[in-house]
């Protein structure tokens, strides 16, 4: 990110200037730089003298600590230009996004631009940092469905500040990233091998499943060189639209009232005794109407790296205390007195394996010759309502082969079945009207991270 881009998102009544980036595309060198045959490009800022080289920066440096301590420049009294100065050094910019190519059964296609995602980080101190996600769902707004154009998404998925008195124990407070399951908390497209998310994982679980609160968190060293992890906090927590085929997607909380005044309380602990290996126990507890009614999930995750093969997989299951919705104040028209089901299920297993094709290697870029391809294979199913059997109801087996020519970016190719409940029947692979019946779908993807 260059100190011109930085400066204008950060503070854009400064008009400050700052040199372009290095010819090359690189990122532009500091003026503390190493490199000391070249001067690099420098930040001018209105109220700060100019920085003309890497001894003048070091010295002016020197001399504005030794009269102004940096609490002071970041005072609310400070002068702007200071305290804009002091936050460029320490803040980060980046984020990942996804683009695909969907082709579906009867030759219906499309091009979606998925999703664009920026993260900040800031290390305001040496034991307070902030980090927060934006997310560009679609393009954002204007959307455009049937011809008609109407809101897009624009989240903040994640946006916390943590205070850190030990590696075990930190405390976080603001938007957060509901530890229940492994996938919501590392649900990055460019870090996935398939370009589409589990289906127990979008409904059951809504990834991404985000809420306001805060909590504590850490890590700590056990004997034999493994890991224990935690995540435990207080949230607003799930409201009452539960449904059917949607799950608790719809139920998210708000980030600006609790709609019961029950605070769920929600958590994940994890061992990985071993680098590669982990195991993870997830779960969530919380009421989701005026009556107290309760939503109780619990969640299992594992993932195994055994030399060029990953294995890894989650099971789900919710709990809910029966009802219909009446979960707001008697004005809102939230209260659709719509059937809430009495428990969900879901699941996933997947195997990943990565190979080179070593002819092939040697004909590409130079930079592109430690890549590798990975063939994944996936099979889940998922039931938002337990009692009965839904279009809610719905078994995949997906297969893949996806090219990681560098480590940030890949291309990803994936084919799908997919049958549902609809026709009264619980679908699953073994049944004969799963590969009779079924839906299919191909995804093209392209993902990375910046």
Known sequence: MSPRLALLLLFPPLAAVGQEESADGGAPASSGSADAGAEGPHLELEGLPELSSPAAAEAAATEQQAEVSYERRLAPTADLAQRAAAILDRTTLGGYAEHDFILSKGGRSTFRNHRYVLFVYSQISEQVSTATEVEFEFAGSPLKRDGILGAGEVLLEFSVVDVKVADWLVFRAGVILVPVSAYNLRHDAAAQELPERPIAY????????????????????????????????????????????????????????????DKAILGR?????????????????GAYDLEGRRVNLANLDFFWRLGRFDFTGEV??????????QGFPESSEANTRSRVPPGMFGFYAQANARFRVEPLFRLLPEEWKEGHFTASLRYEEKDTDTEFVTAGDAAR?????????????????????EKTGASGEQPHLWSREF????????????????
């Open 269 to 285: 602990v994890a061992l990985s005794p071993r680098l590669g290996m982990e195991a993870g126990l997830s779960g969530y507890s």
């Open 202 to 261: 979008t409904t059951v679980v809504p990834t991404t499943w985000f809420e306001s609160g805060a909590g504590v968190l850490g890590q700590l060293r056990l004997p034999l060189d493994m890991r224990l992890s935690y995540e435990l906090y207080a949230v607003n927590g799930l409201d009452a639209r539960i449904f059917d085929v949607q799950g608790l997607r719809g139920a998210r909380g708000s980030h600006l009232e609790d709609n019961n005044h």
């Open 397 to 417: 087996l997906t297969v893949g082969l996806n090219f990681r020519p560098i480590p940030p970016f890949v291309f990803k190719n994936s084919f799908h079945w």
């Open 316 to 325: 789900v299951r919710v709990f809910i205390d029966p009802g219909f919705v």
């Open 435 to 450: 590969w009779r019946e079924n839906e299919w779908t191909y995804i093209g993807s392209a993902a990375f991270l910046f």
